[in-house]
């Protein structure tokens, strides 16, 4: 969330219930709604790393309210983050481990393992198309979100039947 927050400040200063209504309003339903906590958490390792800074502002008939800022070198920090290519395929996946070694131990099977990954896959398959279904068609960043998450489910349940015919 790190940088998700110093992208936003790039375009503007916010205080915290700004950035959380400004990530579910950019990224919609899709996007799981951001815990405020989190959010000050966040921002207060931030400002302890130099990334941002804070303003109190005063309100009347309310608290102060603080506004932070992104700095210099928060911009930098947040120029590499976009320069640097996103992580690819995951060599060291979790659930390939269990499937190698849980099977060495007999602690599991492997059609047992592939089975229960399978149902877990579908479940989730079928939460995205309702989240998709509930999705405005307009929300083209929310639809783009959601059908990206589809097609790595769909690889990755392709990926199992790829498993169960070479292990199993």
């Known amino acids: 969330m790190r940088l998700h927050l110093l992208a936003l400040l790039a375009k503007e200063p916010a205080h915290g219930y ?6 579910e309003q950019t990224f919609g339903s899709a996007y ?18 130099g ?17 932070y800022y992104l700095t210099a070198k928060g911009r930098e920090v947040l120029e590499a983050w976009v320069d640097e290519p996103t992580e690819g395929p995951r060599v060291r996946d979790e659930f390939f481990m269990k499937l190698v070694l849980a099977p060495l131990t007999g602690i599991a099977d492997r059609m ?27 929300d083209r960043v929310a639809m783009l979100l959601i059908e990206g998450a ?18 199993a």
């Not at 799981?32 to 790393?49: F, M």
């Not at 589809?150 to 292990?167: G, T, V």
């Open 18 to 23: 700004e950035l959380k209504q400004a990530l």
């Open 32 to 49: 799981p709604s951001p815990n405020i906590g989190q959010i000050y958490v966040t921002l207060g390792r931030l400002e302890k790393d």
């Open 51 to 67: 990334l941002v800074r804070s303003v109190d502002v005063e309100q009347s008939n309310r608290p102060n309210k603080k506004v």
């Open 112 to 138: 047992v393992l592939i089975n229960r990954q399978r149902r877990h896959y579908l479940s989730l398959m079928s939460d995205l198309n309702d989240l998709l279904a509930a999705t405005s068609p307009t």
């Open 150 to 167: 589809m097609l790595h489910l769909q690889a990755d349940l392709d990926w199992l039947e790829r498993c169960q015919e070479d292990l």
